[in-house]
């Protein structure tokens, strides 16, 4: 068996797959965070002019089961395999239910569809598909938090068809900007997101053609610190290998704080935090074969002068 090996670092404050698997675990015990049900939706708005081929669907992302309706729904009547870091359930859909009723009605007896799984899958492990076997590649809020986004990329362009397409989100260099300043003053590393461009070259190198990049800005606004922290580890939290262990006083957090008390503005009372979202999507095109054989034009050949 082949032995898997990390392309290159590509992150300058590296990441912990370990750290991400565990939160991610967390997280999915939670409701549905609302900027993944919104980023979800923004990408599936911006799919309705992707043209796939036939074949199945991957989805290898941020999963939330609840995120899921509105992307299968895109989808409809393709294979869906969903990779997460655990075999998590997932829920029959309700145009899933709406289908099977209508079946029933036409061949009684005809079993109702069965809830599945997602596909446990270690963080940058190879995806267990044949090559040149899907359609498309679905991945919300993943690349910025794992370890190392080129073996994601180079996996999904060897599982995708050829004219198969691969959409993504991710966090940018501005996301959480204000969080900065809370992160020093409680001593921790704050990630290095990177610039839409540098994904788009990334996306290249691996083998994509002419990825298509966009960028966007949100930002958010919370009464307090507590619940913009809050609502920022549902998002993101710390997944970055240099992480401190274990918890801080109450003392050291209310200093930290201050720093987001800063940032309150006078008129509306509120503490914004800014999200830049990045958005991606690029084709697998077929490479044409090279040969040794070279194509000259009748007119380039001169005859040869002079007599026998």
Not at 26 to 37: A, M
């Amino acid at each position: 068996m082949a032995r898997f090996t990390m392309s290159s670092q590509f992150w300058k404050i590296p990441r912990s797959n370990t750290a991400l698997t565990q939160q991610w675990l967390r997280r999915i015990e939670k409701p549905l965070p609302f900027i993944l049900q919104e980023v979800n939706q923004r990408m599936v708005n911006r799919a309705q002019i992707m043209r796939p081929v036939e074949g199945g669907v991957v989805h290898q992302g941020w999963l939330h089961p609840a995120a899921l309706p509105n992307v299968k729904n895109l989808f409809v009547g393709r294979e869906f395999s969903v990779f997460a870091p655990k075999a998590v359930h997932l829920p029959v859909e309700q145009v899933e239910q709406a289908a099977a009723s209508f079946l029933a009605k036409l061949w009684p007896g005809r079993a109702a569809p069965k809830p599945s799984s997602a596909i446990a899958l270690q963080v940058n492990s190879p995806l267990p598909l044949s090559g040149d076997s899907q359609a498309m590649v679905w991945s919300p809020l993943w690349l910025h938090a794992v370890v190392d986004p080129a073996q994601c990329m180079a996996e999904w362009l060897r599982v995708l068809k050829p004219e198969g397409g691969v959409f993504f989100s991710c966090f940018g260099p501005d996301t959480a900007r204000e969080l900065r300043g809370f992160a020093q003053a409680m001593g921790e590393p704050f990630p290095d997101f990177a610039d839409m461009h540098d994904l788009g070259d990334l996306m290249s190198k691996q083998g994509f053609s002419d990825p298509v990049m966009e960028m966007e800005k949100l930002t958010l606004t919370y009464s307090s610190p507590a619940k913009l922290l809050e609502d920022w580890r549902a998002l993101c939290g710390n997944h970055l290998e240099s992480r401190r262990p274990g918890l801080r006083t109450p003392r050291h957090l209310s200093q930290a704080t201050k720093c987001l008390e800063q940032l309150r503005n006078p008129e509306t009372g509120r503490i914004p935090l800014t999200l830049e979202l990045v958005y991606g999507h690029a084709w697998k095109v077929k490479r044409k074969t090279k040969t040794d054989v070279a194509t000259v034009k009748i007119s380039d050949i001169k005859g040869r002068k002079g007599g026998k």
